[in-house]
């Protein structure tokens, strides 16, 4: 839903005269930007779209995310001062203050108590899905295998990325590239 109202706004924004100097989207909106970018057809990205939601299913009630108004390197430091580094991750980095933590549920709900004791804002996001972190490791081969045969085109207009933090060439938005963009944290602020 959200992939089919990016590209209806792109497509009314173009028939006003709009165009964009450079786009980039965030997590799963990276496909829509990637379309709008002309580095992927509509059929390729609707594919991607089709092959990352099927798979990401599959993983539905492994975990959850959590907003969190610090630092990514605040709540690294935090994760790791509550041994809590290998059930969650840092899976967004969003603004200086601004994260998204992604893992299992009980260890969020640790990692939620101590930020209220501390006055720290957080928020749960209505996820079951723990998106960006090691919860995605078991579709890997699924992403791979099932968008190889992707052929991604240079992009007409600049296209940055979230994965990398910087500006991509098109034709690097390979089966590679959407597997990164499902497993490694977001780069927002990048």
């Known amino acids: ?3 089919a109202i990016q590209v ?3 497509m009314l924004l173009r028939d006003w005269g709009v165009t964009p100097s450079a786009v980039i989207g965030h997590s799963v909106g990276e496909v829509a930007a990637a379309w709008a970018s002309g580095a ?4 390729q990205a609707v594919h991607v779209i089709h092959v990352r939601s099927t798979q990401q299913g599959t993983t539905r009630g492994t975990g959850g995310m959590t907003a969190v108004g610090l630092s ?3 709540v690294a430091k935090l994760l790791a001062s509550m041994g809590l580094s290998e059930r969650l991750a840092v899976a967004g ?3 200086p203050r601004g994260v998204t ?3 299992e549920t009980a260890a969020l709900e640790l990692l939620e108590r101590l930020l209220a004791e501390r006055e720290v804002f ?3 996001l209505g996820l079951d899905y723990a998106f960006h972190s090691a919860a995605m490791d078991c579709i890997q081969d699924g992403i791979r295998t099932q968008l190889a045969t992707l052929r991604p085109r240079s992009a007409r207009t600049p296209f940055y990325s979230t994965v990398t933090g910087n500006q991509l060439p098109g034709d690097r ?3 590679n590239y959407w597997w990164r963009n499902i497993r490694e944290p977001v780069q927002f602020e990048r």
Not at 40 to 43: H, V
């Open 1 to 3: 839903t959200l992939f």
């Open 72 to 74: 990514a390197e605040g």
């Open 122 to 124: 957080f928020r749960r």
């Open 173 to 175: 938005l390979n089966a």
């Open 40 to 43: 992927l057809s509509l059929e």
């Open 101 to 103: 933590v992604a893992g």
């Open 93 to 95: 980095v969003n603004s």
């Open 8 to 10: 209806g706004i792109t």
